[in-house]
């Protein structure tokens, strides 16, 4: 979603008035019946599949059974009422309200990550060429409309093994981009992720590993550093953290047994 604002462009020798698309963000309330689960700032847009994503990574959830259903409130503007299924326990809800910018959502310590994860990524023989994910971020840039436009928006994109697209996203936070395109896996009954690669527009920060594992992706590359903790816990929770992805490079800082390199001439 964007929106227009008018702005002064100033340029060497010359300035102009005129209207810039800038992208939208906005709060977003969730709350089950009368319990608000969580706020967060995002860029308005498959929201049902940035709860889903949400709620994968808070251990809630880890099939499209387990949400009997969501709706919008029609009395309250940017709020989304979320009905789980029965006998599945909603997360401890939130006692702040979190911004579009990534934090150590929902998990207080990497032993409390472990220990909510359904999957064994250590279990996952998935193999992917060097040279797939290489093409990665180009061919996520190619999926980013609102970019495009813009220039404010990051971008998470699941890929197969082989580099085929299955869903890219956009959002103001890199967090919120990921939970859609896990909450879209989710709903489309893709869950665990084996055999798929995630690939995020910047940094890859301890919260991003989090939510890659909570999906079961064995795989996460990042454009940008990883954070030692994003290292750390890709590490003990068996996933292959790739970082640097650029330029036709890469650094391998986990379980580099995953990426294959063609043996030097």
């Given at each position: 979603m964007t929106t227009r604002r008018p702005v002064l462009r100033l340029r060497p020798g010359r300035s102009a008035q005129r209207p810039d698309t800038l992208a939208v963000e906005e709060p977003l309330l969730v709350r089950v019946g009368d319990q608000i689960l969580t706020s967060t700032m995002r860029t308005p847009g498959h929201d049902f599949d940035l709860i889903a994503g949400w709620l994968?990574?808070?251990?809630?959830?880890?099939?499209?059974?387990?949400?009997?259903?969501?709706?919008?409130?029609?009395?309250?503007?940017?709020?989304?009422?979320?009905?789980?299924?029965?006998?599945?326990?909603?997360?401890?809800?939130?006692?702040?309200?979190?911004?579009?910018?990534?934090?150590?959502?929902?998990?207080?310590?990497?032993?409390?990550?472990?220990?909510?994860?359904?999957?064994?990524?250590?279990?996952?023989?998935?193999?992917?060429?060097?040279?797939?994910?290489?093409?990665?971020?180009?061919r996520m840039r190619g999926e980013q409309r609102v970019f495009d436009r813009t220039g404010g928006l990051h971008a998470a994109g699941l890929f197969t093994a082989t580099g085929s697209a299955v869903t890219v996203r956009e959002d103001v936070g890199r967090h919120n981009a990921v939970d859609k395109v896990i909450g879209s896996a989710l709903m489309a009954g893709l869950l665990p992720l084996t055999g798929h690669v995630l690939q995020v527009s910047g940094r890859?920060?301890?919260?991003?590993?989090?939510?890659?594992?909570?999906?079961?992706?064995?795989?996460?590359?990042?454009?940008?550093?990883?954070?030692?903790?994003?290292?750390?816990?890709?590490?003990?929770?068996g996933l292959t953290l790739v970082g640097f992805v650029r330029g036709g490079g890469m650094n391998v800082y986990t379980h580099s047994e995953r990426v294959r390199v063609a043996p030097c001439p």
């Open positions: 994968v990574a808070e251990g809630a959830i880890g099939d499209r059974t387990d949400v009997a259903g969501m709706k919008e409130c029609v009395d309250e503007q940017n709020t989304i009422e979320v009905t789980l299924a029965h006998g599945v326990e909603p997360p401890r809800a939130r006692a702040f309200e979190t911004t579009s910018a990534c934090g150590v959502c929902g998990a207080d310590r990497v032993v409390d990550v472990r220990a909510s994860l359904r999957w064994r990524l250590a279990d996952d023989l998935t193999r992917i060429d060097v040279g797939v994910l290489a093409t990665l971020p180009d890859a920060s301890f919260e991003l590993v989090q939510k890659a594992a909570a999906a079961g992706v064995p795989v996460l590359a990042a454009v940008s550093a990883p954070s030692s903790l994003a290292v750390d816990l890709a590490d003990e929770c």
